[in-house]
């Protein structure tokens, strides 16, 4: 069949089988937007910047392990896509961003709206290319979806010059791909495999370590299996929860500079730690030297330059977490240790004492502000099932420590990188891919308004997202290390005057804008709450929403922070629980 | 310590840019760089001469395996190979010390490419400490050296195809 380029990226998506694309158009592009126009088939969204359509596009894909697909034209369009791109690549998401080109007799030249794409995006992506062959054009697109969603997934950039788009071609869509230097690891090597299955076996205090290429590899079954089988306690990453619920007392939760009190602990006490898809981040290990002082460490993972990079590890293993941990199952022992249960147990019992002091318990007639465990756990009730998507910083952590998750791929968050804005595109990108799920995006008032444009597209859309704005009028987490390191100079995080305002009812003008009304201009709901009743009256109202957006702005406690806290350059088990006062 | 690795890679538009982009990114050292076909139109073939201790070349080594577009990663430290430079000297000379300049260069198996009236070029291959000598040596004539990154091949049978990886 004879396509010109235009029809021959559309016909690539009916291939790939993609349904939806998250995209925003541009004079690069508009030959792939006349032949959306009448594609039927494929859903497009309008995102309003284009750094939300590949955030909304990475959250299709973390939900649903399909690769997510956006569409931007050149130039800025492109240049707008990097945040975005390096936020995918960091975490490992199945992505292919489109991007149009100035035509090929212009490039080199600083034309309008022309930029290096490819070298711009080249750092943030697994690959990119230009297409300078309307021949190529097929091929191109086919490599670039094998190589975004197999091995370590990551995004892949097609930037296309518009004549290219034009061009006609008697043309086949190709199934095949043939790339010499790119393969994916799939089974692991046997003999490490055999190592791993002693060291595991006669180890008495021995630790998992669950990361995000559990979820990502679609292996929490067969993971659940072996916890299940051996009794083997479990800590994971930020990107590692999921993998076994949260409820599930072999589950300590996650470790690091954020970590639960019983994971931190674990990992300094184990004498086997495995990790399986975890990157060991800095984040995570904390000072290197101090960690997991006693373990032996097994470390899995499909890409080998992940493996020995941050710690020494004793056996590596290449491979694919699903077939290797299939290939072990059958070879771990069942196997008592009542003695490391005990302890196990012992520092679940005494993290419940640690917390009651920072209010995590707070009383249910408080009148004062509200707590964040109040917010997050009264939320969780309404909504059991939902896919939580977190901003970045305090609001991200209390999401990862109290929200009770059950499944992969149910925690959407920006984990390497970090993107403040990230959460409110990606619970869009959620809801379109999880239509008979709620989404409940949990927001801090400075990275909500990051992205708070998206509201257009989440009432367009007419998705029932329930947005919970953590609004401590702060940049809370940076606020809170200036607390902690900075004696209390809170340089550039005071958002607005928020305690005057409160009272009064009303947002200082220089401060934040009102939520409500903001949610009210974009024609969705929102509601102010102060209280856990106000708190459960906003839910009622938002459970009872089917086809629009609620912002419930939740005015919390503005200096609570995040406990536990391992101050840099101390070790996991050196943990924080408050701020230290001076004696008066 | 300084390692060679050679690289086979596609011999794609922008290749060079991803790998020198990758070392720079992640803060490697890189002493040298040469590239150049090979038997095949559609591989080139690059010699890096990069500097760091056991962990930061292993590191290396595997982030150039990530990439796509490389094919093959071969170490070449610490085996049998044959490792050589190219260099191109200018000189300033006089009458006076033209035969004296050209005796040197025969020692060390220089070309003597170009003679004018005060100056001269020397084409130089070899080692790195021969050029380094040659260079020592005419240090007072010399006002411009052209130099190559180093390029190196293992002797024996055993060779760096395709297939075999």
Not at chain 1, 352 to 362: D, H, K, R, T, V
Not at chain 2, 115 to 143: A, F, R, Y
Not at chain 2, 148 to 155: D, T
Request: net charge negative; with cysteine; proline share 5%.
């Amino acid at each position: 069949m004879v396509f010109k380029g235009a029809e021959m990226v559309i016909e690539s998506l009916r291939k790939e089988k993609v349904d939806t694309i998250f995209a925003y158009p541009g004079g690069a592009v508009i030959p792939i937007f006349d032949v959306l126009f009448d594609a039927d088939d494929i859903n497009v969204v309008l995102t309003r910047h284009e750094q939300a359509a590949v955030h909304a596009a990475d959250a299709y894909a973390r939900t649903t392990g399909k690769t997510g697909v956006c569409i931007v034209t050149s130039g800025p369009g492109a240049t707008n896509t990097v945040t975005g791109l390096a936020t995918a690549n960091f975490d490992s998401v199945p992505l292919v961003c489109i991007s149009g080109q100035v035509p090929r007799n212009m490039i080199g030249n600083d034309a309008f709206q022309e930029a290096d794409t490819v070298g711009i995006t080249r750092p943030v992506t697994k690959h990119n290319y230009i297409v300078t062959k309307r021949e190529n054009l097929g091929k191109t697109l086919r490599e670039a979806f094998h190589i975004a969603s197999t091995g370590r997934p990551g995004p892949v950039v097609v930037d296309i010059p518009k004549d290219i788009l034009y061009q006609p071609l008697e043309e086949t869509y190709p199934e095949d791909v043939n790339l010499q230097g790119y393969t994916s690891p799939g089974k692991g090597h046997a003999g490490q495999l055999k190592r791993a299955v002693t060291a595991v076996n006669d180890a008495k205090k021995p630790l998992f370590f669950a990361g995000g290429g559990i979820n990502v590899g679609d292996s929490s079954k067969i993971f659940r299996n072996i916890i299940e089988k051996t009794g083997i306690p479990v800590v994971t990453s930020l990107m590692g929860i999921g993998a076994l619920e949260t409820k599930n007392p072999l589950n300590l939760g996650m470790i690091g500079m954020h970590g639960t009190y019983a994971a931190n602990l674990a990992v300094s006490e184990c004498d086997l730690l495995f990790g399986i898809g975890v990157r060991f981040d800095d984040r995570v290990t904390m000072n290197l030297e101090k960690f997991a002082p006693l373990a032996k460490i097994i470390h899995l993972d499909i890409d080998p330059s992940a493996i020995a990079r941050n710690v020494p590890v004793e056996i590596p293993i290449v491979g694919d977490a699903k077939i290797v941990l299939e290939e072990l199952y059958p070879l771990l022992d069942k196997k008592d240790r009542p003695a490391w249960h005990k302890t196990i147990k012992e520092w679940k019992d005494e993290a419940i004492c640690i917390n009651a002091y920072e209010g995590f318990n707070a009383k249910e007639d408080d009148s004062s502000y509200l707590m964040p465990y109040q917010v997050i756990s009264t939320v969780n009730r309404t909504f059991p099932d939902a896919i939580v998507t977190t901003e970045v910083g305090q609001n991200q952590m209390w999401t990862a420590l109290f929200w009770n998750f059950k499944e992969p791929r149910t925690l959407i968050t920006s984990g390497g990188l970090g993107t403040m804005g990230y959460g409110f595109p990606a619970a869009i990108g959620a809801a379109i891919a999880c239509k008979d799920r709620r989404v409940v995006a949990i927001a801090g008032d400075g990275s909500f308004q990051m992205n708070l444009q998206e509201l257009a597209t989440a009432v367009k859309c007419r998705l029932p997202i329930v947005i919970v704005i953590l609004n401590n009028g702060y940049l809370g987490m940076v606020r809170q290390w200036q607390q902690m390191f900075n004696g209390g100079r809170y340089s550039s995080t005071h958002l607005n005057d928020r305690i005057k305002a409160d009272k009064e009812d009303k947002v200082s003008p220089d401060g934040s804008p009102d939520f409500v009304k903001l949610a009210d201009a974009y024609g969705a709901e929102g509601c102010r709450v102060r209280s856990k009743s106000e708190l459960e009256d906003a839910l009622k109202k938002a459970a009872a929403l089917t086809d629009v957006p609620i912002i419930i702005d939740c005015l919390i406690e503005p200096e609570a922070n995040v406990w536990p806290m391992v101050s840099p350059g101390a070790g996991l088990d050196e943990m924080v629980f408050c701020i230290e006062k001076e004696e008066e | 310590m300084n390692h060679v690795i050679s690289l086979l890679v596609e011999n794609n538009a922008g290749v060079l840019a991803r790998i020198s982009g990758l070392l720079s990114g992640r803060g490697y050292n890189v002493e040298s760089f040469s590239s150049g076909p090979t038997l095949d139109p559609d591989i080139t073939r690059i010699t890096l001469v990069c500097r760091g201790d056991d962990t930061i070349i292993d590191q290396i080594k595997k982030q150039l395996n990530r990439l796509i577009e490389v094919i093959k990663v071969s170490d070449l430290t610490n085996k049998h190979t044959i490792d050589r430079q190219f260099a191109l000297l200018k000189l300033l000379v006089q009458p006076g010390n033209r035969g004296e300049i050209i005796q040197l260069a025969e020692v060390f198996a220089a070309k003597v490419m170009d003679v004018g009236s005060d100056t001269m070029i020397l084409e130089l291959t070899g080692s790195e400490k021969k050029i380094e000598d040659l260079v020592q040596l005419l240090d007072g004539n010399i006002v411009e050296i052209a130099r190559s990154g180093l390029v190196s091949i293992e002797r024996g049978r055993k060779h760096a195809a395709v297939s075999q990886k």
